[in-house]
Each structure stands twice: as structure tokens, then as C-alpha cells.
């Protein structure tokens, strides 16, 4: 079983970035997917961007292609979203989830392990 850890959440000015990171434990990290979904208030939790366990593929919901990139270092036990940009309608709990020898799926069931969340807020 692998733990997730995420942090690098905060408080950015609109057209600000910030680095997101989910630290892995318990076992390595190589042979899973990893996902990132977050839940503004009053909504639904979403996707956001995955990465495939090879690295070979990343997967972007249209609201942050082009504005967020996500990457991982297998060697660290960790994955990175790197949000650039950043809108009002950034604003929320961002959680990371891994998926056994997954492809990076948008399915949010696909996710077996999940993070606690960190917050991120974007205000003007």
C-alpha cells in the first residue's frame, strides 16, 4: 500500500504559480499512475492532470491545459504539478491519487490511494 503526502498549497495572486508536490511512502512510487483532482466549495471533486506509471503519458482536463504541467521523479518518490497562470477558479483542495500500473486516467474510481489534500487559494 502507498501513502500519499501532498504539499506546496497557499495563497497567489490571480496570474501567479505554484508548485504542487505528492510525496509517496510505503512502497516506491515507479509502478503507479498518478492523478490530480481538486474540489472547490460547493462543487464536485474533478480532475485535473495525471501521468501515466511509465511517464510516457500525461492527460490534462481542458480547464488548465496549457497553464498546468504535470511531471514526476520516480527517483524521489514524488510528483509535481506545476500550476502557472493561476485563476480565481483555481481555488481548491487539491488532492493527488494513484492508480496500480495505471495509464492516467480522468476516472476518479480508477484511484485506489488517495492524499488529505492541500488548499490552494487564488485571490486578485
Known amino acids: 500500500q502507498v501513502q500519499l503526502v501532498e504539499s506546496g498549497g497557499g495563497l497567489v495572486q490571480a496570474g501567479g504559480s505554484l508548485r504542487l508536490s505528492c510525496a509517496a511512502s510505503g512502497r516506491t512510487f515507479s509502478p503507479y499512475a498518478v492523478g490530480w483532482f481538486r474540489q472547490a466549495p460547493g462543487k464536485e471533486r474533478e480532475f485535473v492532470a495525471a501521468i501515466a506509471w511509465t511517464g510516457m503519458t500525461t492527460n490534462y482536463a481542458d480547464s488548465v491545459k496549457g497553464r498546468f504541467t504535470i511531471s514526476r521523479d520516480n527517483a524521489n518518490n514524488t510528483v509535481y504539478l506545476q500550476m502557472s497562470d493561476l485563476k480565481l477558479d483555481d481555488t481548491a483542495i487539491y488532492y493527488c491519487?494513484?492508480?496500480?500500473?495505471?495509464?492516467?486516467?480522468?476516472?476518479?474510481?480508477?484511484?485506489?490511494?488517495w492524499g488529505q489534500g492541500t488548499q490552494v487559494t487564488v485571490v486578485t
Open positions: 491519487a494513484a492508480d496500480d500500473y495505471g495509464l492516467g486516467s480522468w476516472i476518479e474510481s480508477k484511484y485506489d490511494f
